[in-house]
């Protein structure tokens, strides 16, 4: 079993940043293309950004150039800085990761980007 925690969403305003953060209770760095997604209401969950263990990244198109991810291997942290926050960003945030052949999730946390 793998524990994923979230945390660092919130209420900001559309231009604004946040930094969400997840720590699991097993290596981040032998998890299998560790990534972010994100669901808003009525939507399907989708791929926000995934990082290789070889440092590899890739984002969605809608984030592209606003959101970085990235991960501290000793401290079994994933990370995600959301920079000019748009209301189409609202959504609950998940982490997920691959650690043999099952996927873990995150509990997800709440970003709301409005003014």
């Known amino acids: 079993q793998v524990q994923l925690v979230e945390s660092g969403g919130g209420l900001v305003q559309p231009g604004g940043s946040l930094r969400l953060s997840c720590a699991a209770s097993?290596?981040?760095?032998?998890?299998?293309?560790p990534g972010w997604y994100r669901q808003a209401p009525g939507k399907q969950r989708e791929l926000v950004a995934q990082?290789?263990?070889?440092?590899?990244?890739n984002y969605a198109d809608s984030v592209k150039g606003r959101f970085t991810i990235s991960r501290d291997n000793a401290k079994n942290t994933l990370y995600l800085q959301m920079n000019s926050l748009k209301p189409e960003d609202t959504a609950v945030y998940y982490c997920?990761?691959?650690?043999?052949?099952?996927?873990?999730w995150g509990q997800g946390t709440q970003v709301t980007v409005s003014s």
């Open positions: 997920s990761g691959r650690w043999g052949p099952a996927d873990y």
């Open positions: 097993r290596s981040i760095f032998s998890a299998n293309a």
């Open positions: 990082i290789t263990s070889g440092g590899i990244t």
